[in-house]
């Protein structure tokens, strides 16, 4: 079962999917707490903003896009009354999350029990629904972490316990914001401590420094690798990764996506944003090179399908 803004789909109806893309992200964190502790939103707000979003995703529709992944957290501004309403306009599945909420300091000043009691968070996230919007329960597909640069701080640590703690209570997977090669080791060190399902786990941008050595350790473990900043011109150096997760009979544990803020570029210009490029330049570059559109097109289907797929919780039958 996978969870979306409009209720659980079964894998099957997931069809073509951006794995990892923000639909506003919210710089002002009071308004994202409001909305995700309070559930309170701003209905003139979530209006206009559709004025620039609702294009870009039929826009997106157009060229066979089925579903979005929401990976905006909490603190990050996620509205999932707009998702719901966006979903409903376009007639497209969006895939919300839950996962950092609050600044990292708060480890600091309460570090006793901090994993326990940011896992039972999440856990109630899930369990309890995100919100209730028309009378449905809105549940997180994911869990997003988003980890700092440099080495691996407590507060990074305690957030990814308490991920593995979450998943292995609900079934949801971790999607991990992870920018530079050499922290994922440390990370697979806490994966490893706390016997954490590596199929569960994805590594978000992979592709930001494509360190071979790391994506391929990152494959003998298990775990997902991203490939998301498939942005406009990236075509070349992003096929070279994936072609080389390929040659690693990988593929199938790949998720692409181009990581952009759809209100931002809908704002910009909604003439030529730039957040259909993976369907533009992407897949028919990795086509005149060797890499079949069918195959980007399994890709893009059956890997997010199985990834964000969750185990079914007894108590949720």
Known sequence: MIYTARGPIHKSELGVTLGHEHIKWETDEFKANT?????????????????????????????????????????????????????????????????????????????????????????????????TIDGIVIRPGHIKLLLDKGQLSNSDKAMLIAAVKASKETGMPIHCHIMEAKMVHEV????????????KFLWAHADQESNKETVKRAAEKGMWIGIDNVRKGTSPEKFELLKYVMSLNYAHKVLLSQDYDFYSEGKESLESHPCTSIFDEFI??????????????????ENPANFYDMDAVESQK
């Open 35 to 131: 909305m995700y502790f309070d559930k309170k939103y701003q209905e003139d707000s979530i209006l206009s903003d559709l004025n620039y979003i609702v294009p870009i995703m039929l826009d997106i529709k157009a060229r066979g896009g089925r579903s979005v992944v929401e990976t905006s957290p909490p603190i990050g501004g996620q509205n999932v009354k707009l998702l719901k309403m966006l979903s409903e306009q376009v007639d497209m599945h969006m895939i919300p999350c839950t996962g950092w909420n609050m600044t990292k300091q708060l480890y600091d000043v309460f570090p006793l029990h901090f994993e326990e009691q940011l896992a039972n968070r999440w856990i109630k996230d899930f369990k309890e629904g995100l919100d």
């Open 188 to 199: 697979m060190e806490v994966l490893d401590r706390e016997h954490a399902n590596y199929d």
């Open 284 to 301: 028919p570059y990795c086509y005149e090179h060797g890499i079949k559109k069918e195959e980007i097109t399994r890709i893009m289907t």
